[in-house]
């Protein structure tokens, strides 16, 4: 059994000196009719992440093993707990991800965490799916890292209002190893049509530059070319008026 929840981020709106300018007409005994102006900020949509976990050790082995590279792992530090993963948007890192979703998603790692949720705070690690290590040694559940210094750690506290926020949107979902696995593979195939796409659109547009680049260089040989006949032309006109005036000096002489 997997658990999926939904977690909405309302971005702020935007800092002072932000938004539309417009005006009013103060009305005011001592200022009547003075025009003031005032800002009008516009909200930025909601944004909704997906957040997940297994039921127990044995969907946290599969969660690891069938993973994404968006995903973020969270754990609590030194204790048991659920394994929670947030699904981040494509072209997103770390650093991108709103300080209240990371908030939200280690709130609820503490509150399924047995000893963890009696504890009035506790130390949250999380790092990508991608930084997660998996030897042959190693039990179910139990994870180490490619990188260490890639793990971050948050202390959180008790923030029930928001776990219960975050439960009323809960899903579960019975999903198999091999949907799991089929998940995996899908989101692989998505990657490399993006990236042949890609690719074709540089090369097409590579194509694109060489050809005006061509055709600048033929316009630049043509104009070339016609300057070089007309600096003959003048040239040749030059040379026949010279030798037409030695002609007629030589008659005037004999």
């Known amino acids: 059994m997997v658990y999926f929840f939904t977690l909405t981020y309302t971005p702020p709106p935007p800092s002072k000196g932000g938004g539309c300018s417009d005006y009013y007409v103060n009305n005011n005994d001592d200022d009547f009719g003075r025009i003031d102006p005032f800002v009008v900020h516009e909200q930025l949509p909601s944004i909704e992440y997906q957040v997940y976990m297994g039921k127990d050790k044995f969907e946290n082995e599969l969660l690891i093993k069938y993973g994404l590279d968006t995903d973020v792992w969270f754990h609590v530090d030194n204790l048991s707990s659920a394994h929670v993963y947030l699904r981040m948007k494509d072209g997103m890192v ?99 049509r993006q990236k042949k796409k890609h690719h074709q659109e540089q090369a097409k547009l590579k194509q694109q530059q060489q050809l005006k680049q061509q055709q600048e260089k033929e316009a630049r040989s043509y104009d070339r070319l016609y300057d070089t006949a007309y600096l003959t032309s003048v040239s040749d006109q030059n040379a026949t008026a010279d030798s037409s005036a030695a002609e007629a000096y030589e008659d005037d002489f004999f």
């Open 94 to 192: 770390l650093d991108d991800i709103p300080q209240s979703v990371i908030t939200d998603c280690a709130a609820l790692c503490k509150a399924n965490s047995i000893a963890g949720c009696k504890k009035a705070s506790v130390d949250i690690v999380y790092t990508r799916w991608k930084n997660l290590k998996k030897t042959s040694d190693m039990v179910e559940g139990q994870v180490g890292y490619h990188r260490p210094s890639n793990v971050r750690r948050i202390k959180v506290e008790k923030l029930n209002d928001r776990v219960k926020a975050l439960n009323k949107t809960r899903i579960e979902k019975q999903l198999s190893e091999e949907e799991l696995y089929q998940l995996q593979q899908e989101y692989h195939r998505e990657i490399q």
